[in-house]
């Protein structure tokens, strides 16, 4: 059998994997994945509906230099050591395998986005030491994962900042901590997918050339409403450049996801406004949800809530499925992580409507039980 992650985005089982009950997307609340609720910008928009016969019939520019070049301006960060990928799941299958070469145990905190141990335990077969947030509300003790490198010899550690499932963060001076803990003895990754809910200076990109053995993995698909267009980008260490773009297959970004891209980028003031709407709206539903005194929510700095059914006598997944009947899709997290109870769902934040649906349906599903 095929060895895959778990995953939200159950929506295709409602429109169909080829796309033939489209109109469902319409009747269904996919808050089950953090696809960004909001569109692209419209000068996205507009740039692929001018564009869409040609960059449909035509190949990209090679390696993606033009985007590139954008992405190097937009973050003042190395254009050099930006490798572009199909997506960050792309970087995540075919950088992972030669970042962590050693025996030892990759650090992960738990829960955490689920490829990365995936791809290391499943498909590579390295040890795991999966480093527990739960005890600490999900907040990363900062002084213990410290301490732990002191305490045994390890392969790695891969941070998720801000964290998803979790939405918790970690701060710029604790982040330097860790890497200055590491101090080089092995390869330290931060995927910043979720960048742009913190402040710009959570952001490693700028230190990575002080540390030698710093990559970071950014995502196009949650910030900037282009999760379809499938476009990452991995920040690697100089010396890994040449090796890592030598490896990259070319075409690897199609072209209009390359127009949409560069386009995105130019638009800071709407991704601004759209994050800004986020957090508005994601206070909105936390507040909304606290009204449910079954139900514990965990604060997030990310587009969605992690709630606690301990108090609400339903399991994750009972209450997963019978929430998918009404139409709203939401995530059961036990599967991020190895010590998670099935007690924990991730609700991601939608439109104004779908986020009243998702508390009516929250509102049903509670009361009928
Ligand atoms: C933390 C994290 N990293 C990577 C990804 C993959 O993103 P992409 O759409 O770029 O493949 C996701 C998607 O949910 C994510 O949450």
Not at 182 to 211: G, H, K, Q, W
Not at 240 to 261: D, E, F, G, H
Not at 353 to 367: M, T
Request: glycine letters at 6%; proline letters at 5%; one cysteine or more.
């Amino acid at each position: 059998m095929l060895n895959h992650c778990i995953h939200g985005g159950k929506l295709y089982q409602f429109i169909g994997d080829d796309f033939r009950g489209l109109s469902n997307i319409y009747s269904t609340v996919a808050a089950d994945v953090l696809d960004a609720w909001y569109p692209p910008s419209p000068n996205v928009l507009s740039k692929l509906q001018e564009n869409l016969s040609w960059g449909s019939r035509t190949s990209p520019p090679l390696v993606a230099n033009g985007l590139r070049r954008a992405i190097a301006e937009t973050f003042v960060i190395p254009e050099d050591q930006i490798v572009m990928g199909n997506g960050s799941s792309d970087l995540i299958f075919r950088l992972l395998p030669s970042i962590f070469l050693s025996h030892h145990p990759v650090i992960i905190p738990a829960p955490s986005y689920g490829e990365y141990a995936h791809v290391l335990s499943d498909l590579c077969g390295k040890k795991i030491f999966h480093f527990p947030t739960y005890e600490t509300a999900f907040q990363l003790d900062v002084d213990a994962l410290i301490e732990l490198f002191e305490a045994a010899r390890f392969g790695g550690l891969v941070l998720v900042n801000p964290c998803n499932p979790t939405g918790q963060y970690l701060k710029r001076e604790e982040l330097i901590a860790i890497l200055d803990a590491v101090d080089n003895r092995f390869p330290v990754l931060i995927d910043e997918t979720y960048f742009a809910y913190l402040p710009r200076d959570c952001s490693m990109e700028s230190e990575i050339n002080e540390y030698e053995n710093l990559y970071i993995f950014r995502s196009l698909s949650k910030i900037y409403g282009l999760s379809g267009m499938r476009i990452g980008y991995a920040l690697v260490p100089a010396k890994m450049s040449n090796y890592y773009r030598a490896r990259t297959p070319p075409y690897t970004v199609a072209t209009l996801s390359q127009v949409a891209a560069i386009e995105a980028l130019k638009d800071d003031a709407y991704t601004r406004s759209m994050i800004a709407e986020t957090r508005m709206r994601r206070n909105n539903l936390h507040k909304d949800l606290l009204r449910f005194d079954q139900l514990t929510i965990i604060g997030s700095e990310i587009n969605s809530l992690l709630v606690d059914l301990e108090n609400a006598d339903v399991s994750a997944d009972i209450f997963v499925h019978a929430m998918a009947k009404k139409g709203v899709l939401v995530r059961n997290i036990s599967s991020q992580g190895n010590r998670y109870p099935d007690r924990f769902v991730r609700i991601s934040v939608m439109d104004y409507d779908d986020n009243l649906r998702i508390v009516q349906a929250i509102r049903e599903v509670l009361g009928e039980r």
